[in-house]
C-alpha cells in the first residue's frame, strides 16, 4: 500500500508532516519519474502554495528539469493544459477540500490524468530509496505559462452547443468558495452569455465564505441567492474546482449522485452503447439509466485516480463520484467543475425543461453520507469487527453491506483525513434515515471500545 499517496495525491498540515523539506525531496521522486520536462506547475489559492511552487520549481530545476508557472488554475485546468500544451507531466499544489492548514501535491502524466496506483508506488519507492536523477550537465529553468486558461475554456467550449446556449441568456449563481475556478468559471459564463451572480467570489484561501468542500449545509447562500434572483442553475466548486455540487433553479440543493444521474441520462441519449465508470459507493440508478442506451456500468474502488485510469484504459465516455466529481471523456477524463457545468447549461439549452423538472423525470433514490473522526490505528478493528458480524460483505475497499441492491451501507476510512466516511442507500427517505442512524451508532461504538 502507499505509505504517502492518499485517495487524491499527496496531502499534509503544511509546516508539519507536509514540510519544505519533505516537498523538495517528493519533487525529485516525481520529476525523476517523469524523466524530463518541461513539467507545468500550477496551485490553488492557499496561503502556503506560492512558497510551495517555489520550493517544486527549484526541487525540478536542480535536476536539470524545466518547468512553466501557471499560477493560480483549477486542478483539471491544468490536467488539460498538461496533455493539450504538450507537457511532459503537471504538478498541481493543492489540498482541495481540506482544511487551510493543510496543502499537497497532486502530480499529472502527460495524457492530462492523475497517476495510476501503480506509478504512484513507483514515485514512492524512489524517495525512500532517494534515487533521483543526478546532478545535471545544465540546471533546468522556470518560466511563465499564460496560455493555461484560455486553452482550458476553448477545449470546454467544443464539447457544447455554445450557440444555443448563448441564446437562452440563462442566469446561473457561481458559489467560487473562495477557491480556483474563480479564475475561470465566471470568464466561461460570460463567454456563453449568462447572467452571472457569484458568491464568495475573491480567491482566499483561508476560505472564510463557507469551507473549501462544498457540502447541503454550508450551501445555504448559494440556495438564497438562485430563489432571489429566479435562476435557472447553481453551482458550488471545491477549492481546487474539480468538484461541483449543483442547486436547481426551485433552490434546492443536489447531491452528487442526483447531478451526475441528470447529466449521464443527458450524454447517454445522444451516446447509447458507452461505458460509464463509477465507485462502489455510488447509488444503484446508474445501472438502470445505462440499460436504457444499451450502456455498461463498471465499478471502481472509491477515488477519482481508481475512476480516471479505468476510464482511460476501457475508452470510457463517462465517469463520476458521488461526491460532485464528474468525468467527460471527449474532454479529459478527470473530474471537471467547469467541464460539468458546461454539461449542464448544454442539457437546459437542449432540452428547454428547468432543471428541477429535469430531476423529476429520474428514477427515485435515495443517498445520502455522513463521517465519523477515527484514527487510523482504529481502521483495521472497525473493519474486521464488522466483517465479522457480516461475512459476506464486499471488502474490496473498506466494507459494504448489502442488504439488496437498493438498501446498502458503505464505511471506509478516508484518504485525505482523520475520519471514516459512512456510506448508505435506500428506496426510502425514512428507511434511509433509519440505517443512517443504526450505522452511525454501531460504527462509534466499535471506534470507543
Known amino acids: 500500500m502507499a505509505k504517502f499517496f492518499g485517495t487524491n495525491g499527496i496531502r499534509g498540515v503544511f509546516a508539519e508532516d507536509f514540510s519544505l523539506e519533505f516537498i523538495h525531496d517528493m519533487t525529485l521522486a516525481i520529476g525523476t519519474y517523469f ?8 496551485y490553488d489559492g492557499r496561503e502556503s502554495s506560492p512558497v510551495i511552487c517555489k520550493v517544486v520549481s527549484s526541487a525540478l530545476n536542480s535536476i536539470g528539469i524545466d518547468c512553466n508557472v501557471a499560477g493560480i488554475v483549477p486542478t483539471p485546468c491544468l490536467e488539460y493544459a498538461v496533455k493539450s500544451l504538450g507537457y511532459s507531466g503537471g504538478l498541481m499544489i493543492t489540498a482541495s477540500h ?12 502527460k495524457d492530462g490524468v492523475e497517476i495510476s496506483r501503480e506509478e504512484e508506488l513507483i514515485v514512492e519507492d524512489i524517495y525512500l530509496q532517494k534515487s533521483w536523477l543526478k546532478k545535471p550537465d545544465s540546471w533546468g529553468t522556470t518560466k511563465n505559462e499564460n496560455r493555461t486558461i ?17 441564446s437562452k441568456h440563462f442566469k446561473v449563481v457561481l458559489d467560487l468558495g473562495n477557491g480556483a475556478q474563480a479564475v475561470s468559471a465566471p470568464n466561461f459564463c460570460e463567454i456563453l452569455g449568462c447572467q452571472t451572480f457569484l458568491v464568495n467570489p475573491n480567491i482566499d484561501g483561508t476560505f472564510p465564505g463557507r469551507g473549501s468542500e462544498p457540502t447541503p449545509q454550508n450551501l445555504v ?42 447529466l449521464t441520462q443527458h450524454i447517454l441519449k445522444k451516446n447509447p452503447n458507452s461505458l460509464v465508470i463509477t465507485c462502489l459507493n455510488s447509488g444503484s440508478n446508474i445501472e438502470v439509466l445505462a440499460e436504457k442506451s444499451n450502456s455498461k456500468v463498471i465499478r471502481t474502488k472509491v477515488g477519482s485516480v481508481e475512476v480516471s485510469r479505468k476510464m482511460v484504459s476501457t475508452d470510457a465516455l463517462i465517469g463520476f463520484e458521488e461526491n460532485g466529481g464528474y468525468m467527460y471523456g471527449k474532454h479529459n477524463q478527470v473530474r471537471d467543475g467547469c467541464m460539468t457545468l458546461a454539461l449542464m447549461l448544454d442539457l437546459l439549452a437542449i432540452s ?6 429535469e430531476i423529476t423525470r429520474l ?18 478493528k472497525l473493519i474486521s469487527s464488522l466483517k465479522e458480524e457480516f461475512p459476506n460483505s464486499d471488502i474490496s475497499d473498506g466494507i459494504k ?48 471500545r
Open 35 to 42: 524523466g524530463k520536462g518541461p513539467v507545468l506547475i500550477g
Open 98 to 109: 481540506n482544511p487551510p492548514q493543510y496543502n499537497g501535491i497532486k502530480p499529472c502524466a
Open 150 to 166: 484560455e486553452t482550458y475554456l476553448k477545449g470546454i467550449i467544443s464539447h457544447i452547443d455554445s450557440k444555443l446556449i448563448e
Open 221 to 262: 447562500e448559494l440556495s438564497k441567492t438562485v430563489r432571489e434572483n429566479n435562476a435557472d442553475v447553481g453551482i458550488a466548486f471545491d477549492g481546487d474546482g474539480d468538484r461541483s455540487i449543483f442547486c436547481d433553479n426551485n433552490g434546492d440543493i443536489l447531491t452528487g449522485d442526483k447531478s451526475a444521474l441528470v
Open 352 to 357: 428547454g425543461k428547468s432543471l428541477a423538472e
Open 363 to 380: 428514477p427515485p433514490s435515495f443517498t445520502t453520507k455522513d463521517k465519523v473522526s477515527c484514527y487510523a490505528d482504529k481502521v483495521p
Open 401 to 448: 453491506i448489502t442488504i439488496d441492491p437498493k438498501n446498502w451501507v458503505m464505511i471506509r476510512p478516508s484518504g485525505t483525513e482523520p475520519i471514516v466516511r459512512v456510506y448508505a442507500e435506500s428506496e426510502s427517505q425514512e428507511k434511509l434515515d433509519t440505517l443512517m442512524s443504526e450505522y452511525l451508532e454501531k460504527v462509534n461504538s466499535i471506534i470507543s
